[in-house]
């Protein structure tokens, strides 16, 4: 126990830390709340299941097992830690044992031992991968990507040094204590406290010494243990430690959304919307503000980023350090209520990085701690497109075609149908009692190539007796590319008319062959008086495979096959098994890519790239992915989007091959034969 002068001083320490840490956590929590948005009303539901994520960490149980495994055993560590400073201050001031002599005092003081020497171990692991193994080149921002000058010039590696250093230090010391502890216990009883291993082994290196060293060695190393505790906590909004709090934190706020990428529609009839996207980084939503706190710095969403990886100036995980790096540099004026000096684009990102993006959804799924790196992008381009009419002009005649003539080909809408002549492919009009509806999607029905999957789909459906029909000419792009490219006024004019349509026909089901459609139609109308029950076209497939609809022959499959999952259909939307279904319904011989179902490799046309050149890089997202497939072996490479159908025709062009690009449903028609 501490003597009343100890206690004194350690009481002065304490006021003297909280009110130096006081105004850095308020600064922070007055920038949140000038963050765009309602705020979200938590209940105890949604509390338990973030607490239950921030405990044991599902999400970080994706890739880098053995750095996961390192990092768990820091962080339960750490987190068992709140409880035992906790007992260590009651302990200093009271004559008492915390939680008694007990089973609980007993579980709780193994326990405590065993995550001393797991934290220490973890943390010695992390620093050396750090700064001294080869592994160290996955925690590094490449040279082309913007990043704060206060990052690059080793702002990073400071803030890891001091985080390091001092987790290693309180634990260290703490531990230490208890060894001196148990020899005194030994001094006076013969024995140590065997319920701590570990503490119990090293307290031996103190035999021989007296009382009143053991006594010395306990108290110095109580104060240095806590004393570093009230040193760091002034920091600790400022560190990259930070992420333990805010990354509970960010769980209990992250939207509930139908699917990982679907987006909140901008609401054009409030006459007091004046500001539309986010310019500078007050005007972010305050879930993307907590993300920059939240943000551990692992670069595990660039090691996703289709973009990065193929060397573009874009990183998520910059992203999120830059904010977190200028909010710190400017947190007082923030707090203040100042406006900032900068845009993002001044310091976030370039406007390369921002038109880099996919919308692949990779660094949002790969995430930890719940980061939305892509929601930034995506306001980022709202802004830019509807407030500042900067965007590159290759979109243009994109956005020219969805609003005169309702697709991104700019073909007269009087051209939709004319993939379907001589075919049967009733409209809604000729079968308004039709089971599903069709939605054909832009592809289908205007590019060369994506039409063979629409004359194979009808073909197929008609083949299993599917009492189908599209709309014909009332049909229009649903907006996506729009959407995602930023242009949300034209996504909402194309939306409020798809929406008037489908409510008056009122399909009992759709099914689309695009991905994109799915996801737009099936998650993101709902939000504006659209909800619809969609499916995918392989999943309709599936289920007619598994009702022995599809007459399919049996022989020796041509080849091997390799599916290449849509970001917007497997890790967008978790329609992965179906496809796979389909294929072995052919009994075709699938082997898989490394990267695949919810991981998949994009396949670079998603995010309104379809229509505009490719950012500068190292490589093509589509050639990148193409090698990825041929280096399988296998004859075939199966799609099942129009996009991915076009990039992949492209990449296998290219590279000279021979390798087969076929949709999943132009397999099953080709299976079929002239018998449908």
Same mark, same amino acid.
């Given at each position: 126990?501490?003597?009343? +002068?100890?206690?004194v001083?350690?009481?002065?320490a304490?006021?003297?830390? +909280?009110?130096?840490?006081?105004?850095?956590?308020?600064?922070?929590? %007055?920038?949140?709340?000038?963050?765009?948005?309602?705020?979200?009303?938590v209940?105890?539901?949604?509390?338990f299941?973030?607490l239950?994520?921030w405990?044991?960490?599902?999400p970080i149980?994706?890739?880098?097992?053995l750095?996961?495994?390192?990092?768990?055993?820091?962080?339960?560590?750490?987190?068992?830690?709140?409880?035992?400073?906790?007992?260590?201050?009651l302990? /200093?001031?009271?004559?008492?044992?915390?939680?008694?002599?007990?089973?609980?005092?007993?579980?709780?003081?193994?326990?405590?031992?065993?995550?001393?020497v797991s934290?220490?171990? *973890?943390?010695?692991?992390f620093?050396?991968r750090?700064?001294a193994?080869g592994?160290?080149?996955?925690?590094?921002?490449?040279?082309?990507?913007?990043?704060?000058?206060? +990052?690059?010039?080793?702002?990073i590696?400071?803030?890891?040094?001091i985080v390091g250093?001092?987790?290693?230090a309180?634990v260290?010391?703490?531990?230490?204590?208890?060894?001196?502890?148990?020899?005194?216990?030994?001094?006076?009883?013969?024995?140590g406290?065997?319920g701590? @291993?570990?503490a119990?082994?090293?307290s031996?290196?103190?035999? *021989?010494?007296?009382?009143?060293?053991?006594?010395?060695?306990?108290?110095?190393?109580?104060?240095?243990a806590?004393?570093?505790?009230?040193?760091?906590?002034?920091?600790?909004?400022?560190?990259?430690?930070?992420?333990?709090?805010?990354?509970?934190?960010?769980?209990?706020?992250k939207p509930?959304? @139908?699917? =990982? *990428?679907?987006?909140?529609?901008?609401?054009?009839?409030?006459?007091?919307?004046?500001?539309?996207?986010?310019?500078?980084?007050?005007?972010?939503?305050?879930?993307?503000?907590?993300?920059?706190?939240?943000?551990?710095?692992?670069?595990?969403?660039q &090691?996703?980023? !289709?973009?990065y990886?193929?060397?573009?100036?874009?990183?998520?995980?910059? =992203?999120e350090?830059n %904010?977190?790096?200028?909010?710190?540099l400017n947190l007082?004026a923030l707090?203040a209520?100042?406006?900032?000096?900068?845009?993002? =684009?001044?310091?976030a990102?370039?406007?390369?990085?921002?038109?880099?993006?996919?919308?692949?959804?990779?660094?949002?799924?790969?995430?930890?701690v719940?980061?939305?790196?892509?929601?930034?992008?995506?306001?980022?381009?709202r802004?830019q497109?509807?407030?500042?009419?900067?965007? @590159?002009?290759?979109?243009? !005649?994109?956005?020219?075609?969805?609003?005169?003539?309702?697709n991104?080909?700019?073909?007269?809408?009087?051209?939709?149908?004319?993939?379907?002549?001589?075919?049967?492919?009733?409209?809604?009009?000729e079968?308004? &009692?039709?089971?599903?509806?069709?939605?054909?999607?832009?592809? !289908?029905?205007?590019d060369?190539?994506?039409q063979?999957?629409?004359?194979?789909?009808a073909?197929?459906?008609?083949?299993a007796?599917?009492?189908?029909a599209?709309?014909?000419g009332?049909?229009?792009?649903?907006?996506?590319?729009?959407?995602?490219a930023?242009?949300?006024?034209?996504?909402?004019?194309?939306?409020q008319?798809?929406?008037?349509?489908?409510?008056?026909?009122?399909p009992?089901?759709?099914?689309?062959t695009?991905?994109?459609?799915?996801h737009?139609?099936?998650k993101?109308?709902?939000a504006?008086?659209?909800a619809?029950?969609?499916?995918?076209h392989?999943?309709l497939?599936?289920?007619?495979?598994?009702? /022995?609809?599809?007459?399919?022959?049996g022989?020796?499959?041509?080849?091997?096959?390799?599916?290449?999952?849509?970001?917007?259909?497997?890790?967008?939307? /978790?329609v992965?098994?179906? !496809?796979?279904?389909?294929l072995?319904?052919?009994?075709?011989?699938?082997?898989?890519?490394?990267?695949? *179902?919810? %991981?998949?490799?994009?396949?670079?046309?998603? /995010?309104?790239?379809?229509?505009?050149?490719?950012?500068?890089?190292?490589?093509?997202?589509?050639?990148?992915?193409f090698d990825?497939?041929?280096a399988t072996?296998?004859?075939t490479?199966?799609?099942?989007?129009?996009f991915?159908l076009?990039?992949?025709?492209?990449?296998?062009?290219?590279?000279g091959?021979?390798?087969?690009? %076929?949709?999943?449903?132009?397999?099953?028609?080709?299976?079929?034969? &002239?018998?449908a």
């Amino acid at each position: 126990m501490l003597s009343i +002068a100890e206690k004194v001083l350690f009481a002065i320490a304490v006021m003297g830390s +909280a009110s130096l840490a006081y105004r850095g956590f308020s600064n922070v929590v %007055k920038v949140i709340r000038r963050g765009t948005g309602e705020p979200l009303k938590v209940d105890l539901d949604r509390f338990f299941r973030a607490l239950g994520q921030w405990i044991i960490m599902k999400p970080i149980w994706k890739t880098r097992t053995l750095a996961d495994v390192f990092h768990v055993m820091i962080a339960w560590g750490f987190v068992f830690y709140f409880l035992v400073n906790l007992g260590d201050v009651l302990q /200093g001031y009271f004559p008492v044992q915390f939680l008694g002599a007990g089973a609980v005092g007993v579980a709780y003081r193994f326990l405590a031992d065993v995550f001393s020497v797991s934290v220490l171990v *973890g943390m010695v692991w992390f620093l050396l991968r750090r700064f001294a193994l080869g592994s160290r080149r996955q925690l590094v921002i490449r040279e082309n990507v913007k990043v704060m000058e206060a +990052a690059r010039a080793g702002g990073i590696t400071r803030d890891s040094v001091i985080v390091g250093v001092f987790i290693l230090a309180h634990v260290g010391f703490r531990f230490l204590g208890e060894t001196f502890t148990l020899a005194q216990e030994r001094l006076h009883t013969g024995h140590g406290d065997p319920g701590q @291993p570990f503490a119990h082994a090293v307290s031996g290196l103190w035999e *021989g010494l007296d009382e009143s060293a053991l006594v010395v060695g306990q108290h110095v190393s109580w104060w240095l243990a806590l004393g570093l505790i009230l040193a760091f906590v002034p920091y600790f909004p400022y560190s990259k430690h930070f992420h333990l709090i805010m990354s509970g934190v960010n769980f209990l706020v992250k939207p509930d959304r @139908p699917s =990982l *990428g679907a987006l909140d529609p901008v609401d054009f009839e409030d006459e007091a919307l004046e500001q539309i996207g986010v310019a500078r980084i007050e005007d972010l939503p305050r879930k993307h503000l907590i993300d920059a706190y939240a943000c551990i710095m692992c670069n595990r969403c660039q &090691d996703a980023c !289709p973009a990065y990886v193929t060397g573009k100036e874009l990183s998520p995980a910059a =992203l999120e350090v830059n %904010k977190r790096y200028y909010l710190n540099l400017n947190l007082a004026a923030l707090a203040a209520g100042e406006a900032s000096a900068e845009t993002m =684009l001044d310091f976030a990102l370039s406007e390369s990085a921002l038109w880099a993006c996919t919308t692949c959804g990779a660094c949002v799924d790969i995430c930890p701690v719940g980061n939305e790196p892509m929601f930034d992008l995506l306001h980022l381009r709202r802004h830019q497109v509807l407030m500042e009419s900067a965007f @590159p002009q290759e979109l243009q !005649p994109a956005f020219r075609g969805m609003e005169r003539n309702g697709n991104p080909w700019n073909r007269s809408a009087a051209d939709r149908m004319a993939w379907a002549e001589g075919r049967s492919v009733p409209t809604i009009d000729e079968n308004p &009692d039709a089971e599903l509806l069709w939605w054909v999607g832009c592809a !289908p029905s205007y590019d060369p190539r994506a039409q063979r999957t629409a004359q194979a789909l009808a073909k197929v459906m008609n083949a299993a007796g599917v009492r189908f029909a599209v709309l014909g000419g009332r049909e229009s792009c649903t907006g996506d590319s729009a959407r995602r490219a930023g242009n949300e006024y034209l996504f909402y004019e194309r939306a409020q008319a798809n929406i008037e349509t489908l409510n008056e026909v009122a399909p009992k089901r759709i099914v689309t062959t695009c991905p994109h459609c799915l996801h737009t139609l099936g998650k993101e109308y709902a939000a504006m008086g659209g909800a619809y029950e969609v499916i995918h076209h392989t999943q309709l497939l599936a289920e007619l495979a598994a009702a /022995g609809k599809l007459d399919l022959p049996g022989g020796e499959a041509s080849g091997a096959v390799t599916f290449h999952d849509p970001c917007y259909l497997g890790r967008h939307n /978790g329609v992965v098994d179906e !496809p796979r279904e389909v294929l072995d319904a052919l009994r075709l011989p699938v082997v898989e890519m490394p990267r695949h *179902g919810t %991981k998949s490799f994009c396949c670079g046309a998603g /995010g309104a790239q379809m229509w505009k050149e490719e950012e500068p890089g190292a490589a093509a997202v589509n050639a990148t992915r193409f090698d990825e497939a041929a280096a399988t072996g296998a004859q075939t490479l199966a799609v099942g989007c129009p996009f991915c159908l076009t990039m992949m025709d492209d990449a296998s062009k290219a590279a000279g091959e021979g390798m087969a690009v %076929k949709d999943v449903v132009e397999i099953v028609a080709e299976r079929l034969g &002239d018998r449908a």
